[in-house]
T-cell receptor
Framework: DAGVTQSPTHLIKTRGQHVTLRCSPISGHKSVSWYQQVLGQGPQFIFQYYEKEERGRGNFPDRFSARQFPNYSSELNVNALLLGDSALYLC???????????????FGPGTRLTVL | AQSVSQHNHHVILSEAASLELGCNYSYGGTVNLFWYVQYPGQHLQLLLKYFSGDPLVKGIKGFEAEFIKSKFSFNLRKPSVQWSDTAEYFCAVNARGGYQKVTFGIGTKLQVIP
């Protein structure tokens, strides 16, 4: 079975540009979450989407947005890129939306974004 | 809000040495607990997880962790490390109920010397 997939693998942008990152969850999973992992830190929660609706948002500016499509895949958009947005962006999927018993998240390989 | 504290940021061990990585979390309610590993150049992988039941959980590659509720701790252990265990280890927690937000610790870089 395919795991969580993300595209592209690597991306280089310049300050002020916009970027779109994509994620396909494990088949059957309806929830997708996004995390940012800056070098030397643990992943930080950005968003969770379930059934195309935003269910949770972390402490990130409005430049960050996301959406989920009917097939449960998701896009993360970042506008007006800053140098500090350089990071590994991780997508995770799970069956349900809540942090309930046994509802484990499975992580994708990530997209490495470099902002110059 | 939940938070996770990992005590050791960088650990260097010789092969065959025993490993214990400390992790404490802060949250007033019931939680699920995880340890993830990130090998050099690879993506985040689940090492082990605790949801309920026996507080001593066993994971892949000989790792185990013990949940001590009274201490809000979930320490990771391995009796004898190998060079291939060189990686970064993250402790993580998510609150039961509500939406699914996994909070990670800062990570511990483990370097095993042959």
């Amino acid at each position: 079975d395919a795991g969580v997939t993300q595209s592209p693998t690597h991306l280089i942008k310049t300050r002020g540009q916009h970027v779109t990152l994509r994620c396909s969850p494990i088949s059957g999973h309806k929830s997708v979450s996004w995390y940012q992992q800056v070098l030397g830190q643990g992943p930080q929660f950005i968003f969770q989407y379930y059934e195309k609706e935003e269910r949770g948002r972390g402490n990130f500016p409005d430049r960050f947005s996301a959406r989920q499509f009917p097939n449960y895949s998701s896009e993360l958009n970042v506008n007006a890129l800053l140098l500090g947005d350089s990071a590994l962006y991780l997508c995770a999927s799970s069956w349900e939306a809540s942090g309930d018993l046994y509802n484990e998240q499975f992580f994708g390989p990530g997209t490495r974004l470099t902002v110059l | 809000a939940q938070s996770v504290s990992q005590h050791n940021h960088h650990v260097i061990l010789s092969e065959a040495a025993s490993l214990e990585l400390g992790c404490n979390y802060s949250y007033g309610g019931t939680v699920n607990l995880f340890w993830y590993v990130q090998y050099p150049g690879q993506h985040l992988q689940l090492l082990l997880k605790y949801f309920s039941g026996d507080p001593l959980v066993k994971g892949i590659k000989g790792f185990e962790a013990e949940f001590i509720k009274s201490k809000f701790s979930f320490n990771l252990r391995k009796p004898s490390v190998q060079w291939s265990d060189t990686a970064e280890y993250f402790c993580a927690v998510n609150a039961r109920g509500g939406y699914q937000k996994v909070t990670f610790g800062i990570g511990t870089k483990l370097q095993v010397i042959p």
